[in-house]
């Protein structure tokens, strides 16, 4: 079955500590996403990358580190200078296929990270 | 710039009723594109239905039906007749012209009573 994985689910971790959440697709799509969601706020964009080895900042990239060495992966890296970490992340993914196509978004199950 | 808007933060029902979610966005393109999602208690969002700019038919799929009037900015969602399992938050969200990335609204929390 094609889709999104996002590994682990719930995820633990002491302040200070840097922390890689995993986003892996099989769908052959170009563009991969990753939102923060808190508690009434929508979701809000990190990172995003339209072809391996490049991606582009979203709304809230300070904190957060990214890199897309290949096309079925886009690992985000939570890093100690992200003043509140504890969200639930998504990750997505689009086909890329010319901007007046729709590309819409398909999501991984997501990842709730809270840092004690 | 571009800009969702989903004014109801919750919406409660009993079982049977039909609701509508609103939606109104914002843009200066000429093309562009909706989409509404839903977000169950498990947290994975799912898509739902997918309008460009230059197609304002309405749907209908099942119980869902959707209301895309550009004169109003506006992409509502009705649920017709709705059930327990309907409870979800709804996300309405945008693309402009260019590629790349949606513009979501702050979503709509359903909660649908037996």
């Known amino acids: 079955d094609g889709g999104i994985t996002q590994s682990p689910k719930y995820l633990f971790r002491k302040e200070g500590q840097n922390v890689t959440l995993s986003c892996e697709q099989n769908?052959?799509?170009?563009?991969m996403y990753w939102y923060r969601q808190d508690p009434g706020q929508g979701l809000r964009l990190i990172y995003y990358?339209?072809?391996?080895?490049?991606?582009q900042k979203g709304d809230i990239a300070e904190g957060y580190s990214v890199s897309r060495e290949k096309k079925e992966s886009f690992p985000l890296t939570v890093t100690s200078a992200q003043k509140n970490p504890t969200a639930f992340y998504l990750c997505?993914?689009?086909?890329?296929?010319?901007?007046?196509?729709?590309?819409?978004?398909?999501f991984g199950p997501g990842t709730r990270l809270t840092v004690l | 710039a571009q800009k969702v808007t989903q004014a109801q933060t919750e919406i409660s029902v009993v079982e049977k009723e039909d609701v509508t979610l609103d939606c109104v966005y914002e843009?200066?393109?000429?093309?562009?594109?909706l989409f509404w999602y839903k977000q169950p208690p498990s947290g994975e969002l799912v898509f739902l239905i997918r309008?460009?700019?230059?197609?304002?038919q309405n749907e209908i799929s099942g119980r869902y039906s959707w209301n895309f009037q550009k004169s109003t900015s506006s992409f509502n969602f009705t649920i017709t007749a709705s059930q327990v399992v309907d409870s979800a938050v709804y996300f309405c969200?945008?693309?402009?012209?260019?590629?790349?990335?949606?513009?979501f609204g702050r979503g709509t929390q359903l909660t649908v009573w037996p």
């Open positions: 997505a993914s689009s086909t890329s296929t010319g901007a007046s196509s729709y590309n819409e978004q398909f």
């Open positions: 769908l052959n799509h170009d563009a």
């Open positions: 990358s339209q072809i391996v080895n490049d991606f």
């Open positions: 843009t200066r393109d000429t093309t562009y594109y």
């Open positions: 309008r460009n700019s230059f197609d304002e």
């Open positions: 969200a945008l693309r402009g012209s260019t590629l790349g990335r949606l513009y």
